[in-house]
């Protein structure tokens, strides 16, 4: 069974950090490019990351551009996304799926951040 | 960049009823265009890539078309799990940007 599995997420407040985990199984992670995206409470679904079957060519959205670090291991069959100077309009749950100059086939049940003083 | 936009916002159909989403790319993304379906409360399905191909497991009452900058979903007879949102994709390059989705829901 094809499985992802977020972590990492939390409430944190402005200017903190958090680093975001997903564990894939069930299907050979180091063939797909993997990206993180989010969706802020009662809205649209918005594209964070996304990072090559090997780690190369990592994109960002403008938004999280400098802030945001995205990374995988795929010994470990895992992804990563670091968070770092959070805003409030980071406020999100966080989906990694499989993906990347692909459609997103796979996706996680997604991890809950929040930002807030 | 690119941007990606829906219509109608959302739409109010019967059991039966065939129902059209259009997405149009403020540029052209060839076929790079993948529509996902998100039920209430729940994680979104791919539908449809590369503009009209449909994913494996996906009812056949649904289908794309389009290219370039103009696309279309069609749901050829509405049923009652369908009530859901429904969002394009470009995927041609990052940023891969939805669409601000259209809700359908029946009358």
């Known amino acids: 069974e094809v499985q992802l599995v977020e972590s990492g997420g939390g409430v944190v407040r402005p200017g903190g950090s958090l680093r975001l985990s997903c564990a894939a199984s069930g299907f050979n992670f180091h063939d797909y490019g993997m990206s993180w995206v989010r969706q802020a409470p009662g809205k649209g679904l918005e594209w964070v990351s996304g990072?090559?079957?090997?780690?190369?060519?990592?994109g960002y959205v403008d938004s999280v551009k400098g802030r945001f670090t995205i990374s995988r291991d795929n010994a470990k069959n895992s992804l990563y996304l670091q968070m770092n100077s959070l805003r409030a309009e980071d406020t999100a749950l966080y989906h990694c799926?499989?993906?990347?100059?692909?459609?997103?086939?796979?996706w996680g049940q997604g991890t809950m951040v929040t930002v807030s003083s | 960049d690119i941007q990606m936009t829906q219509s109608p916002s959302s739409l109010s159909a019967s059991v039966g009823d065939r129902v059209t989403v259009t997405c149009r790319a403020s540029q052209g993304i060839s076929n790079y265009l993948a529509w996902y379906q998100q039920k209430p409360g729940k994680v979104p399905k791919l539908l449809i890539y590369?503009?009209?191909t449909l994913q494996s497991g996906v009812p056949s009452r649904f289908s794309g078309s389009g290219s370039g900058t103009d696309f279309t979903l069609t749901i050829s007879s509405l049923q009652p799990e369908d009530v859901a949102t429904y969002y394009c994709q470009k995927y041609n390059s990052a940023p891969f940007t939805f669409g601000p989705g259209t809700k359908v829901d029946i009358k």
């Open positions: 799926a499989s993906g990347y100059l692909d459609a997103f086939d796979m």
């Open positions: 590369a503009a009209s």
């Open positions: 990072v090559y079957w090997n780690g190369d060519n990592p």
